[in-house]
């Protein structure tokens, strides 16, 4: 699985009285060493492609210095996924959000080397980034192999979970799309369960249903090792009721 590396993961325990407990993490952020060009293109071009605070669509097309199509993907990696498809769809824009320093380094290496100005980057926990969000702003949102947390007692800290769906469907477009990917078994049936159980959302290829991979889907080296080690990759597309 993809470790997004994401942020300090906060574990549940009986608060102090008088404390609000700490909310669980998808994720935990670990301090990996950044190469040396990891670290120059975080330097170099953290200020010019880092999203600002942004709450509403316009906020959205001042960052991006356009008004365009907005595809969000959650835990980004090194970027690869969203670097090709910001390339190939140069008349849209995206945000890659991740929490892992050197992924992010690698992914700013590579839009500086292209030239890219439609990729802004954001290393806040994704719940912190779509609380400020006021509408609808997303046409996109990917989510291609997170964090599984394979063991039972880790399901708590799983991303797509109702929580999550209920926090992104008002900042996605009506017509917009949840492209959903995972190697992880348990994980796939615990997103068709959580998806039936909502009345927000739909899976668009009919309930306890997966979907072919969508063709604009890049298959990562990430995915490839999977593939060679026999793993079965389920993908997902859900939209808004």
């Known amino acids: 699985m993809k470790k997004t590396d994401s942020t300090q993961l906060s574990l549940s325990k009986t608060p102090v009285l008088g404390q609000t407990p700490r909310p669980i993490r998808s994720f935990v ?60 769809l140069s008349g ?6 991740e ?35 006021t509408d609808e702003v997303f046409d996109r949102v990917l989510v291609f192999f997170p964090d599984p947390w394979p063991k039972k007692r880790h399901h708590k800290r799983r991303l797509l979970q109702r929580e999550f769906f209920d926090l992104l469907a008002p900042r996605l477009h009506r017509h917009g799309r ?36 969508a063709k604009f889907r890049p298959i990562t080296k990430f995915e490839r090792r999977a593939l060679a080690a026999g793993s079965t990759i389920y993908d997902f597309v859900f939209g808004r009721s």
């Open 99 to 133: 929490v892992y320093r050197p992924g992010l380094g690698r992914l700013l290496n590579g839009v500086a080397a292209a030239g890219l100005e439609n990729i802004r980057v954001s290393d806040q926990d994704i719940r912190d980034l779509l609380n400020r969000i």
């Open 92 to 97: 849209e824009d995206f945000l890659a959000v």
């Open 29 to 88: 952020r670990r301090n990996s060493r950044l190469t040396v060009a990891q670290k120059r293109a975080l330097e170099q071009n953290w200020e010019h492609y880092a999203l600002g605070v942004c709450s509403d669509s316009a906020d959205f097309a001042k960052a991006f210095h356009r008004s365009a199509s907005v595809t969000l993907e959650v835990g980004s990696g090194d970027g690869a996924c969203v670097l090709e498809l910001a390339r190939r």
């Open 178 to 213: 949840l492209f959903v990917a995972t190697d992880c078994e348990s994980y796939a049936q615990s997103i068709l369960e959580t998806v039936n159980g909502l009345s927000t959302w739909v899976n668009l290829a009919g309930s306890e249903r997966g979907v072919p991979r």
